[in-house]
């Protein structure tokens, strides 16, 4: 049987009994209960960065840029550093006109910005060559340009094409395996695990509803369970302190 490059066996999605240990059965079940319930308590918060620029410029290359400077950077660093560049360029021609210096300076102090700078600047000029200055479509093409990993060609796929795919960062990783919905090690398994158990009708959703979250409840260290609207159905999975 082929693997496709996008890392899935043509025909039939990857799924392993060990990233379970609920059972799909019991984790399809569990998704359908809470995902209703988080989607109340991030009601009225900010969307993340990336959704935000998404919905405004309504711009494919804008969301994939954006979401390439959002990697390890805070969501407010992100939406700064985007401004700047796309004040500046803001189409695949214009940015692969810039020199890398220029880029980074835009774009600091997003992590990791030099290297940044060089994956925009190499992805906007492969756009323009390879594309027509369009951004693909698909998670398969969009992964062959430079700089472009599985979060950031799902986070484009839905949020700028509104196409089915689920977006798993930090963030969502660490909350369904904290929650027990799944046990993987890292998150292309939690994509791979959520894409056989997570109804479709949520997969678009998904990442932004666990994202804010993850940042307003369910935080990283010493999370806020004493509020959090799912600690009954939550293993906690990993957590040694919280409020």
Not at 122 to 147: F, H, K, M, Q, W
Not at 230 to 240: A, F, R
Request: net charge positive; hydrophobic share 40%.
């Amino acid at each position: 049987m082929r693997v496709s490059r996008g890392g899935w066996f043509l025909g039939k999605q990857i799924s392993k009994p060990e990233w379970f240990p609920i059972g799909e059965e019991r984790a399809r079940r569990l998704l359908l209960c809470i995902v209703p319930r988080v989607k109340r308590a991030v009601m009225g918060e900010e969307d993340p960065s990336v959704t935000s620029i998404a919905r405004k410029s309504r711009s494919p290359f804008k969301t994939l840029v954006s979401t390439v400077i959002s990697a390890r950077t805070k969501d407010e660093v992100t939406r700064a550093a985007s401004e700047r560049l796309f004040a500046v360029a803001g189409t695949p021609e214009e940015i692969a006109r810039l020199n890398e210096t220029t880029l980074a300076r835009l774009i600091f102090p997003a992590g990791f910005y030099k290297t940044k700078a060089r994956a925009i600047r190499a992805l906007s000029r492969a756009i323009v060559a390879d594309y027509n200055g369009r951004v693909p479509t698909t998670i398969d093409e969009l992964l062959r340009l430079p700089g472009v990993g599985r979060k950031t060609a799902n986070l484009v796929v839905t949020q700028a094409f509104r196409k089915p795919g689920i977006c798993v960062d930090t963030h969502v990783h660490r909350i369904v395996n904290r929650i027990g919905v799944v046990g993987t090690g890292k998150p292309s398994e939690t994509e791979f695990a959520l894409r056989n158990v997570l109804p479709r009708k949520h997969w678009i959703e998904i990442n932004d509803l666990l994202v804010t979250f993850g940042k307003v409840i369910c935080t990283p260290i010493s999370p806020r369970c004493s509020v959090c609207p799912i600690k009954t159905d939550c293993t906690q999975s990993g957590v040694t302190r919280s409020r």
